[in-house]
């Protein structure tokens, strides 16, 4: 039984990925998700349901074109593959539960803002907005009216955190230092995992983007980083391991 609700759930997060990457390639453009449908961005040949397979629509073309033989993304079949990875890792982390149904969200919202993100330096409102009232209503159903208002209030404090982050950067730096896409973020991820916690996600994803921070800034100069997919990766890591992270913020504060 386990296996057959592993493998549709990596189907699902396969056939998901295809969709989250249409929404993060066009939402910025301010171009539809419905219409057109699927097809070439270089000679707008329509995509027939075989070349429409996660994954394996791309290896069977050799990552081109069937028609105008250009060479497709890597991006495509890569984010296909890491949703239906982490659809699967969900369930075995929290198994048939509330936290596995959040879970799933919040991987939607990463690939959908790593991709945007870094294709665009863009964030949408509308995968944060979508996840938060998914969430709101999943966090209502396991704990009730209390415990959904407490987790509302520490996703205002954090939300509220990154405002005067941002406002001090900015300042500091004399540019923007944050996007108000990473700030509304992060009241989804306040909402996710608390004020604590929160203060560790923030840390983290500080962490996580210091190498390709350096890689880039030695490579070009002027470059803009991203903070917004890192973000979203270290909300990700700490909500699959928020046990763990407690334990330890309990030793270091002594707790």
């Given amino acids: 039984m386990m296996v057959i609700i592993l493998v549709y759930l990596f189907i699902l997060g396969m056939v998901l990925g295809s969709f989250y990457n249409v929404v993060a390639s066009r939402l910025p453009k301010n171009e539809s998700i419905i219409s057109p449908g699927s097809h070439c ?11 429409l397979i996660p ?15 250009i060479k497709l993304s890597i991006l495509y079949p890569l984010s296909e593959l890491v949703t239906g990875i982490l659809f699967v890792l969900s369930y075995v982390i929290f198994g048939a539960s509330y936290q596995m149904l959040m879970s799933l969200v919040v991987v939607s919202v990463v690939v959908i ?27 209502f159903f ?34 923007e230092s944050l996007g108000w896409g990473d700030v509304k973020l992060s009241f989804l991820a306040g909402l996710l995992l608390g004020v604590r916690l929160g203060a560790v996600y923030i840390f983290l994803s500080s962490v996580i983007a210091l190498p390709y921070a350096i890689y880039i800034t030695c490579r070009k100069k002027d470059s803009v980083v991203p903070f917004g997919p890192f973000l979203a990766i270290s909300m990700l890591i700490i909500y699959w391991n928020s046990s ?4 330890i913020l309990g030793y270091l504060l002594g707790v």
């Fill in 41 to 51: 961005e270089n000679c707008n040949h329509k995509l027939t349901w075989y070349e």
């Fill in 55 to 69: 994954v394996f629509s791309y290896i069977f073309q050799g990552g081109k074109c069937s028609k105008c033989k």
């Fill in 113 to 139: 803002t790593v991709i945007s993100d870094f294709k665009y330096m863009v964030i949408l409102d509308e995968p944060i907005i979508i996840g938060s009232i998914m969430i709101s209503i999943l966090l």
């Fill in 142 to 175: 396991d704990g009730g009216l209390v415990y959904l208002g407490n987790s509302m209030f520490h996703g205002i404090v954090l939300l509220v955190i990154m405002v005067l982050i941002k406002l001090f950067g900015d300042k500091l730096f004399k540019r």
């Fill in 244 to 247: 763990f992270v407690f334990k």
